[in-house]
């Protein structure tokens, strides 16, 4: 506790000693925009036939981005921007011919594979998160938050209103954009904001941007945007609340628990409420996430869990300041667990409240309260997560978190089970970045709190990244002690299985990472990036001995026509402590194991109407041998008609007698885009590992922005005895955006 506490004070120096003014990089200086107002009402219409379109600044000369950054791009893009006292607008003019390239009319489909332009903004000019909105050719909105370097790509889950026509002229296309400035966080002081400009360009396989972004980063990386100059301060939003109330009916049979055909409604509300121009409350009650798209399943070949994507929007909107914290492998703070029991089923919850935002222009603060009702002998629980970031230096953060869930179980329950009472986390981490981007990194220190428990309770790690154009090392070294629990959160491999005694047995360890990737960029023949890369992951047990390694040679090639080949060789070393088993024989024993894996991957081009993808693994596995082979076969009709065809058979072998077994997964998905406003996708899934064969289809219509109507039918039975249902429902749910 005294090490978390001297951490705090150590935050709290550092944020009152060192200066974060607002700057403006040498770099920002070479693209500078201006911004001026109007008066004038702007039809959104694609038709870009106002005065005040001739009279705007013009960011133009886009630079070639990808594949490599050599020269102009092929073609050209133009964009006029301007704002009144509720509103900023761009009008793209995108130099273009033949059918655009889109493959889907579905929302948040993002820029892969379609032609599109994309705006990203950096309201704080403080490099370390913005907003990124994309539109297709054929007019389909995408958006989401963006945050600093250390993030993947766009999940586009997060939602706001923003309004948007296309129009097609021949040798070019035009998209017209508003964006609502209430949709938007920002300080109405700051009078310079970070932009950059975006052009996807699926049928020539390039992307270019208006500033020159280098090839290590990706397009909308915030330590590369232009500057916005605005001539005043940015208008201020009042009555900025948002009302989402729902109903939502079901109708549900569940025969696996044997419950008889059930019917029931419901209703509840999202509310967001602007509390200032740059600092956001969020409020749900009885919310209901019967909507939300399945999660994909897969094929576990591993000991462990493993970590599956947050889908429910609620949780969304700035997740990066709670979900951050950690490695891929340890996060402390894992949303999924908030509304599940501790085998995996639905809880309710009854009420939440999240504030998040920007105290300041280099503060930015969340908070969240969940609570969940009781369910049968589950007691009612509260999550509250706090969490509070400070920019330092020029692109860097200094964060800090606490988490805490409480379980409002019995006195006489506490006792018996202490560590069911309450879990607590709480850790700093220390994220430093050089201006360019090229040099990061990192220092976590984590602790957790339980009844009873006062020692090995505490992950820490450090590490550091280079990055140029050609070279990129990565290194992380650390620790985990076996008491450090996460109740909100996700750790991966503290908890091992015993197979003969049917009980998990918790385990601490060490971990260590190192990635070295050499890449090419050639400007002439087909391949337009090359990757060389060595990698090694080793688990250690306390004792510094080898839980785990996994070391890797691979080469990835991505070539002009969009289609991509990659070849790794693996090799595992497995120090197994506890029996495991992966047939139905006898589980495998304690001991070391060595064993060697060849993966190859194929993916065909992606803008032909049939697109085939391949991965091939074969090899050893443990004292047996694997033989696996997936394929997909995707058929598009753009852009309304799209067909997945996806099967996954995976042979493993033990010598006797610890069996052997064949793993089938199958995933037909079929995809109908009736229009940018109406969706049918059903989703089918068999899988005999988890011995489940699941039907999804759900029909969306989106009556006005934001506004939506969901039908939703869901069937699940067992593969084993086949086609023997389990349970099956169908919802509905109407939901309506206020302004108000």
């Keep these: 506790m005294k090490l978390i506490r001297n951490s705090f004070i150590l935050i709290l120096f550092l944020t009152s000693s060192i200066s974060n003014a607002q700057y403006i990089t040498e770099f920002q200086k070479g693209f500078q925009l201006n911004i001026q107002p109007t008066t004038a009402k702007i039809e959104i219409d694609g038709i870009l036939d106002e005065p005040v379109w001739a009279n705007t600044d013009v960011a133009k000369d886009f630079k070639k981005k990808y594949p490599n950054d050599i020269g102009e791009a092929k073609r050209a893009t133009e964009v006029r921007f301007t704002y009144d006292n509720e509103n900023i607008y761009f009008g793209f003019k995108v130099y273009d011919s033949g059918i655009a390239i889109s493959r889907s009319l ?77 949709s938007i966080r920002y300080d109405p002081k700051k009078l310079q904001w970070g932009i950059n400009f975006l052009r996807a360009d699926a049928k020539n396989n390039e992307y270019s941007t208006f500033t020159k972004v280098p090839p290590i980063f990706k397009g909308y990386d915030l330590g590369y945007m232009g500057l916005l100059n605005w001539p005043a301060a940015t208008p201020t939003t009042k009555n900025n609340i948002i009302l989402l109330p729902f109903i939502s009916g079901t109708s549900i049979e569940d025969q696996e628990n044997g419950k008889s055909l059930n019917s029931n409604a419901t209703g509840g509300f999202d509310a967001k409420v602007a509390l200032n121009a740059s600092l956001n409350l ?44 950690g490695m ?36 930015r603060i969340g908070m969240m309260n ?106 992380l070294i650390g620790s985990l002690g076996k008491n450090y629990y996460t109740d909100l959160g ?40 090359m990757f060389v890369k060595i990698e090694s992951f080793a688990t250690l047990h306390p004792d510094n001995s080898i839980n785990q390694a996994d070391n890797k040679l691979g080469s990835d090639f991505q070539f002009k026509n969009t289609s991509t080949f990659s070849f790794d060789l693996k090799n595992t070393i497995v120090n197994l402590l506890y029996p495991i088993s992966f047939t139905d024989g006898v589980p495998l024993p304690v001991g070391n ?58 042979n493993i072998v033990f010598p006797n007698p610890y069996g052997s077994t064949n793993l089938v997964l199958l995933q037909p998905r079929v995809e109908w885009n009736f229009s940018t406003k109406m969706f049918w996708t059903t989703f089918v899934q068999y899988n005999t590992q988890s011995n489940n064969f699941n039907i999804n289809s759900r029909l969306q219509y989106r009556f006005k922005p934001m506004s939506d109507f969901f039908l939703v039918y869901t069937d699940n039975y067992f593969t084993d005895p086949l086609f023997k249902n389990k349970n099956r429902a169908l919802i509905f749910k109407f939901s309506y955006w206020f302004n108000l």
């Design 370 to 475: 969940m609570q969940t009702g009781k369910q049968g002998n589950y007691s009612a629980e509260n999550f509250t997560a706090f969490t509070l970031q400070r920019s330092v230096l020029k692109r860097s953060v200094l964060k800090t978190y606490f988490l805490n869930r409480e379980n409002f179980i019995s006195e006489a329950e506490a006792k018996k089970n202490p560590l069911d009472k309450y879990g607590r986390n709480a850790g700093v981490t220390f994220e430093y970045s050089n201006t360019t981007g090229t040099f990061s990194s990192w220092t976590d220190l984590h602790k957790s709190f339980k009844a009873d428990i006062n020692n090995d309770d505490i992950y820490a790690s450090t590490g550091f990244m280079t990055n140029t154009k050609h070279w990129s090392y990565v290194s």
């Design 282 to 325: 969020d409020l749900t009650v009885n919310p209901d996430f019967s909507q939300v798209e399945v999660d994909q399943q897969v094929t576990n070949l591993t000991r462990f869990n493993i970590f599956l994507p947050e889908r429910r929007g609620f949780f969304l909107e700035n997740s990066d300041l709670f979900s951050n914290f």
């Design 106 to 182: 579905k929302r948040d489909i993002g820029y892969d594979m379609s032609d599109g332009v994309g705006i990203m903004l950096d309201p704080l000019n403080k490099k370390t998160n913005g907003f990124f909105f994309f539109l297709s050719a054929l007019n389909v909105q995408s958006e989401d938050q963006l945050s600093l370097t250390f993030q993947d790509k766009p999940s586009w889950s997060w939602d706001t209103k923003w309004f948007s026509a296309t129009k097609d002229y021949g040798s070019y296309w035009v998209a017209e954009i508003m964006i609502p400035l209430k």
């Design 593 to 650: 194991y060595v064993f060697n894996q060849i993966q190859i991957k194929y993916s065909s081009d992606s803008r032909k109407i049939f697109r085939l993808e391949g991965n091939l693994n074969i090899g050893q596995f443990y004292n047996g041998q694997v033989k696996g082979i997936a394929m997909g076969i995707i058929y598009r009709n753009q852009p309304h008609f799209n067909v997945l065809l996806s099967a996954q058979f995976n």
């Design 490 to 529: 996700f750790v991966q491999g503290i908890d091992n299985y015993d197979a003969i005694r049917d009980t998990t047995i918790r385990v601490g360890f060490k971990n260590l990472f190192n990635s070295l990737t050499y890449r090419l960029f050639p400007e002439n023949g087909s391949i337009a990036k």
């Design 328 to 363: 891929p492998f340890v996060r402390p703070f894992y949303s999924r667990t908030i509304g599940l029991d501790k085998d995996g089923n639905k809880i309710p919850i009854l009420f939440g409240a999240r504030m998040s935002g920007n105290l300041d222009p280099a503060t």
